[in-house]
């Protein structure tokens, strides 16, 4: 099944966390918090404005995003586990280090 979300909505699929803590410790499953931190799976085409012009959205598919901690509806497509969230939920884009070096 194919799921594409409506107006400013996005599909982001949680990234995994470390299951160890800097010192080695283990963190059991059942301790450890949900990411506030993932990837976006699909997206809207974007809000409409009050003249009903389409806005585009500020992520694209692909962006790792942060959201937060009650961000969105939890939702299983396929087996896979995916948070829907409206646009203004996600507080910024995460780079890596390295994808800003070779944008320089």
């Known amino acids: 099944m194919k799921f ?21 410790i283990i963190i059991p499953d059942t301790s450890q918090e949900k990411p506030m931190e993932g990837e976006i799976v699909a997206c809207g085409p974007g809000a409409r404005d009050e003249s009903g012009k389409v806005v585009p959205l500020d992520v694209k598919v692909g ?3 942060l959201f937060g901690k009650w961000s969105g ?14 646009e203004s939920d996600i507080m910024g884009i995460v780079t890596s280090a390295a994808a800003v070096k070779r944008a320089a």
């Open 4 to 24: 594409h979300p409506l107006h400013d909505r996005v599909a982001v699929k949680r990234v995994a966390e470390e299951t160890k803590s800097k010192g080695g």
């Open 63 to 65: 962006d790792r995003i």
């Open 73 to 86: 509806s939890e939702v299983t497509i396929d087996g896979v586990e995916l948070l829907i969230m409206k």
